[in-house]
């Protein structure tokens, strides 16, 4: 064997091999959570994104809805961005996957089911305006910035049980930051909704209500034999009285 091959093999046993499970990629890369109000993020991915100028940056949203408001908010604070959902033509989605390669556009405002269906390279910043919808997709994301970046979320109180989940996969917990001049909400402050009160949506209200209705006219399987046979001989005592009333009538 050459002493060129041998220097190559020593090479490959020495580098240590890379997992990309959720745990390794979790301890892997630097991740910060923002416990805030849901009103509050548009505001702070702003302040949040004034320093990260000069970087690469995807943006991840739950609905196409906040993808284009925040292009809006964005590009009227003069930043390079765009949104990519649904919407889009898949010849429009592949221009921007090249615009953000190409690095002629800074700010990728995307959902988790159309950013699967990119090859982006060089993302330095992953930002979660809203954790995913299902956790596994949290790290499928997180994978875009493996080693090279960090990844921030903005958790509201509707994301910690999904930021939970993620944390309990990773088995590690995010880095907690307060900004200041912002209301500030964690996991011990978040308070447990009151299942005894009434509803306030009209349509839950109506359904509920609905329920209730059906459940106090609901009549068990032995009450409702029970007054089956009660009609019956009741329907069965009619025809008997109507026929004697015929026969006493023939008789006369």
């Keep these: 064997m050459s002493e060129e091959n041998t220097t190559l093999n020593e090479e490959n046993t020495s580098k ?5 499970d959720y745990i390794s990629v979790g301890n892997r890369t630097p991740q910060v959570a923002y416990f805030v109000q849901q009103h509050d993020k548009a ?20 609905s196409k809805k906040s993808a284009d408001k925040l292009e809006t908010i964005l590009k009227e604070k003069e ?14 989605i592949e221009d921007a996957q090249n615009a953000f390669n190409a690095k ?17 390279t060089g993302v330095e910043t992953l930002i979660n305006y ?26 509201d109180p509707q994301d910690e049980g999904q930021l939970q ?7 590690c917990e995010m880095k907690e930051i307060e900004l200041e001049g912002f209301e500030h909400t964690n996991r011990a402050q978040t308070q447990v909704k009151d299942k005894s009160k009434k509803p ?11 329920r209730a209705d059906i459940k106090s006219k609901w009549v068990p399987v032995d009450k409702q034999e029970k007054n089956i046979k009660e009609n019956r001989e009741e329907i069965q005592a009619e025809i008997q009285a109507e026929i004697q009333a015929e026969i006493q009538e023939k008789e006369k």
Excluded at 79 to 92: A, Y
Excluded at 165 to 171: A, C, F, P, V
Aim: with cysteine; glycine share 2%.
């Design 165 to 171: 989940t993620i944390e309990i996969m990773m088995k």
């Design 104 to 120: 002629d556009l800074q700010v990728l405002i995307t959902t988790t089911k159309i950013f699967a269906s990119m090859e982006l």
């Design 200 to 210: 306030r949506h009209k349509k839950v209200a109506m359904r509920a209500k609905r």
């Design 79 to 92: 930043f390079n961005c765009l949104s990519i959902h649904g919407n889009h033509r898949v010849s429009q």
């Design 43 to 62: 505001r702070i991915l702003v302040d949040l994104l004034e320093p990260l100028k000069a970087k690469q940056i995807l943006l991840i949203v739950k």
């Design 130 to 155: 809203d954790l995913p919808f299902e956790a596994p997709e949290y790290f499928t994301c997180l994978r875009s910035v493996d080693e090279i970046g960090n990844s921030i979320s903005l958790i």
């Design 16 to 20: 240590p091999k890379k997992y990309y």
